[in-house]
C-alpha cells in the first residue's frame, strides 16, 4: 500500500521568513495530492491540494509543488506570520481508496 | 452547509472498560466516513472507512470496531480498551468515492486510558 514520508517534524522560522515541507510517497499510481493544517485541540482542515495532472499551485502565500518522477510533493509558505503556527499534514490517495497521511510537521513561527 | 459532529469531546476510562464514540454527518447524503486515530508522533492513521450502510472496511487490526447503523452516523466501538488505545480519535467524512475528494474532520474526541 501507500506509505507517505514527511519532513522535518518540526519546523521553526522567523516572522516573515518562508517555511518549506516535504513529502514523498510510494505508490506511482497516487494522484490526489492535498494539504492539511491541524491547530491545537481541533480537526485538521483542506489547505491546498494538487493533483498528478499539475505540477503546481498557489493560493496567495501557500503553494505546493509535485514531482510525479522523483514521487515528492512539497508546501511553500511565505512570509509567515504567527497564526500559520500549527501541525501541517501531507496526504496522498489514488482512485477508489481512502488518504494516506505523513505523520506531521509541527510548525512554529516566532514573532 | 454540510456540518459534522463528534462527542464526546473528552473521555476518562479505565483499563478494560467499553468505548463508544459517535460521529454525525448533517447537510449531504450517502457520504464516506472514517475514523482516524492521531497518536503522539504517529500522525493520522486510519482506522476505519465506510463508503455506505453496513459497509466497514478495516484498515488496522486492533480491539476497536465501527459500525454505520445509519446512512449519516457511524459509531466507534471496544469492549475492552486498552492503555495503547489512549489518543485523538477523528471521525470525516467525503462525497468522492475515488478518494481524491476533500476529507471534511469533527472536533476530534479525546481518549485517555487509565
Known amino acids: 500500500g501507500e506509505n507517505v514520508e514527511q519532513h522535518p517534524s518540526t519546523l521553526s522560522v522567523q516572522e516573515g521568513d518562508s517555511a518549506v515541507i516535504k513529502c514523498t510517497y510510494s505508490?506511482?499510481?497516487?494522484?490526489?495530492f492535498p494539504w492539511y493544517k491541524q491547530e491545537l485541540g481541533k480537526g485538521p482542515q483542506l489547505i491546498i491540494d494538487?493533483?498528478?495532472?499539475?505540477g503546481e499551485k498557489k493560493d496567495q502565500r501557500i503553494a505546493v509543488t509535485l514531482n510525479k518522477t522523483a514521487k515528492h510533493f512539497s508546501l511553500h509558505i511565505t512570509e509567515t506570520q504567527p497564526e500559520d503556527s500549527a501541525v501541517y499534514f501531507c496526504?496522498?490517495?489514488?482512485?477508489?481508496?481512502?488518504?494516506?497521511f505523513g505523520k506531521g510537521t509541527r510548525l512554529s513561527v516566532i514573532a | 452547509s454540510q456540518t459534522i459532529h463528534q462527542w464526546p469531546a473528552t473521555l476518562v476510562q479505565p483499563v478494560g472498560s467499553p468505548l463508544s464514540l459517535e460521529c454525525t454527518v448533517e447537510?449531504?447524503?450517502?457520504?464516506?466516513l472514517y475514523w482516524y486515530r492521531q497518536a503522539a508522533g504517529r500522525g493520522l492513521q486510519l482506522l476505519f472507512y465506510?463508503?455506505?450502510?453496513?459497509?466497514i472496511s478495516s484498515e488496522v487490526p486492533q480491539n476497536l470496531s465501527a459500525s454505520r447503523p445509519q446512512d449519516r452516523q457511524f459509531i466507534l466501538s471496544s469492549k475492552k480498551l486498552l492503555l495503547s488505545d489512549s489518543g485523538f480519535y477523528l471521525c470525516?467524512?467525503?462525497?468522492?468515492?475515488?478518494?481524491?475528494?476533500?476529507?471534511?474532520f469533527g472536533e476530534g474526541s479525546r481518549l485517555t486510558v487509565l
Open positions: 470525516a467524512w467525503s462525497l468522492t468515492a475515488s478518494g481524491t475528494g476533500e476529507l471534511f
Open positions: 505508490d506511482s499510481a497516487s494522484n490526489y
Open positions: 494538487i493533483r498528478s495532472n499539475v
Open positions: 496526504a496522498a490517495s489514488k482512485r477508489n481508496t481512502p488518504l494516506v
Open positions: 447537510g449531504t447524503s450517502n457520504p464516506n
Open positions: 465506510s463508503v455506505g450502510i453496513g459497509q
